[in-house]
């Protein structure tokens, strides 16, 4: 389960963490790049995409699980739940620039408000906190006991949910307020929105010993419960195609293909225990964290076009279009 392997490995690698180099190899500007941040070894691995060339790892050495290309398309921002900073990497330095002050917690974060801001999910503070560009703190929103999945729709709201509570929060933007939330399913994981049917899809990991197979869907003006779609096992991360939203069910390292209505239209199985899926330029792109591999996918096919090995135990891709 992913939030498990974010508990268990933070507090591992908070341990065994070393001093990393001063620089590293520096990256071509005005490519298009997918990196891995890998928590296994404390690696980011790049790979161009535009030249289908695997680039430099760097051997980063702090225990970062996730990280932001910012809108400058140059800064690479990390964060990790054991540190107590978010650190900022120049991409054409090959070295970090910056630093924000934050204390332990951060374990997930998203660009908000058009790219002016940083929603971060805050587990030791239990909160949503907002970061300008500056690096400063602009608001701070309680939510609950560990917040995680976090998901912007684009028009001004902010849906957050917890691994621990069985409720969905929304918040509006503009104003820093919770406007609405309602019940969701327990250990929830995961979220997409399906907009032609006014739907919130979400998965999740399963409760207890009993692992989740199903995504569950939400009437997003209800909250009501509508329908359930069998996706086992775990179905933890979601993309979306033109005309379908693919699904990423990561205890059987199985990705399904759905239409709109739920169809299933295909699946296939990738790598090894896969969290990560990111539709990029057209392709689809897995990150098998026991097997680690980044997978090119046609959407369209389903076949493997390109397979890349990135450095042990990749947690999360970032992407950056040139």
Same mark, same amino acid.
């Given at each position: 389960?992913?939030?498990?392997?974010?508990?268990?490995?933070?507090?591992?690698?908070?341990?065994?963490?070393?001093?990393?180099?001063?620089?590293?190899?520096?990256?071509?500007?005005?490519?298009?790049?997918?990196?891995?941040?890998? %928590?296994?070894?404390?690696?980011?691995?790049?790979?161009?995409?535009?030249?289908?060339?695997?680039?430099?790892?760097?051997? %980063? !050495?702090?225990?970062?699980?996730?990280?932001?290309?910012?809108?400058?398309?140059?800064?690479?921002?990390?964060?990790?739940?054991?540190?107590?900073?978010?650190?900022?990497?120049?991409?054409?330095?090959?070295?970090?620039?910056?630093?924000?002050?934050?204390?332990?917690?951060?374990?997930?974060?998203?660009?908000? @408000?058009? !790219?002016?801001?940083?929603?971060?999910?805050?587990?030791? &503070?239990?909160?949503?906190?907002?970061?300008?560009?500056?690096?400063?703190?602009?608001?701070?929103?309680?939510?609950?006991? @560990?917040?995680?999945?976090?998901?912007?729709?684009?028009? !001004?709201?902010?849906?957050?949910?917890?691994?621990?509570?069985?409720?969905?929060?929304?918040?509006?933007?503009?104003?820093?307020?919770?406007? &609405?939330?309602?019940?969701?399913?327990?250990?929830?994981?995961?979220?997409?929105?399906?907009?032609? @049917?006014?739907?919130?899809?979400?998965?999740?990991? !399963?409760?207890?010993?009993?692992?989740?197979?199903?995504?569950?869907?939400?009437?997003?003006?209800?909250?009501?419960?509508?329908?359930?779609?069998?996706?086992?096992?775990?179905?933890?991360?979601?993309?979306?195609?033109?005309?379908?939203?693919?699904?990423?069910?990561?205890?059987?390292?199985?990705?399904?293909?759905?239409?709109?209505?739920?169809?299933?239209?295909?699946?296939?199985?990738?790598?090894?225990?896969?969290?990560?899926?990111?539709?990029?330029?057209?392709?689809?792109?897995?990150?098998?964290?026991?097997?680690?591999?980044?997978? %090119?996918?046609?959407?369209?096919?389903?076949?493997?076009?390109?397979?890349?090995?990135?450095?042990?135990?990749?947690?999360?891709?970032?992407? &950056?279009? &040139?």
């Amino acid at each position: 389960m992913k939030y498990a392997y974010v508990m268990a490995v933070s507090a591992v690698l908070m341990l065994i963490s070393a001093c990393s180099s001063e620089s590293f190899e520096p990256l071509p500007k005005e490519t298009s790049i997918i990196s891995t941040v890998n %928590i296994k070894d404390m690696t980011i691995s790049f790979y161009d995409f535009d030249n289908g060339e695997k680039l430099s790892d760097w051997n %980063i !050495g702090h225990p970062y699980i996730g990280g932001i290309i910012m809108p400058d398309k140059e800064t690479f921002l990390l964060y990790g739940k054991t540190m107590e900073t978010v650190d900022l990497y120049s991409l054409s330095k090959g070295k970090k620039i910056a630093s924000w002050e934050t204390g332990k917690g951060i374990v997930n974060g998203i660009l908000v @408000n058009e !790219g002016k801001e940083i929603a971060f999910a805050d587990q030791t &503070r239990h909160s949503v906190r907002f970061f300008r560009m500056d690096g400063k703190e602009a608001d701070e929103i309680k939510i609950g006991k @560990n917040p995680l999945s976090l998901l912007d729709d684009g028009e !001004g709201r902010l849906y957050v949910m917890s691994y621990n509570h069985e409720d969905l929060r929304i918040i509006d933007l503009k104003d820093k307020k919770e406007v &609405r939330g309602f019940t969701i399913h327990p250990a929830a994981a995961g979220a997409i929105l399906n907009r032609e @049917n006014n739907e919130l899809w979400i998965g999740g990991h !399963g409760e207890g010993t009993i692992a989740e197979e199903k995504i569950h869907i939400y009437d997003l003006s209800s909250g009501k419960l509508k329908n359930e779609i069998s996706a086992p096992v775990m179905p933890v991360n979601f993309e979306r195609g033109e005309e379908e939203i693919f699904v990423l069910s990561h205890g059987s390292s199985t990705l399904y293909k759905l239409g709109l209505n739920g169809e299933k239209k295909g699946s296939m199985k990738v790598g090894a225990n896969p969290f990560e899926i990111q539709m990029f330029n057209g392709k689809l792109i897995i990150a098998g964290y026991d097997s680690n591999d980044l997978y %090119i996918i046609d959407p369209d096919t389903l076949k493997i076009e390109n397979k890349v090995k990135v450095g042990k135990g990749p947690f999360q891709i970032v992407p &950056r279009e &040139r």
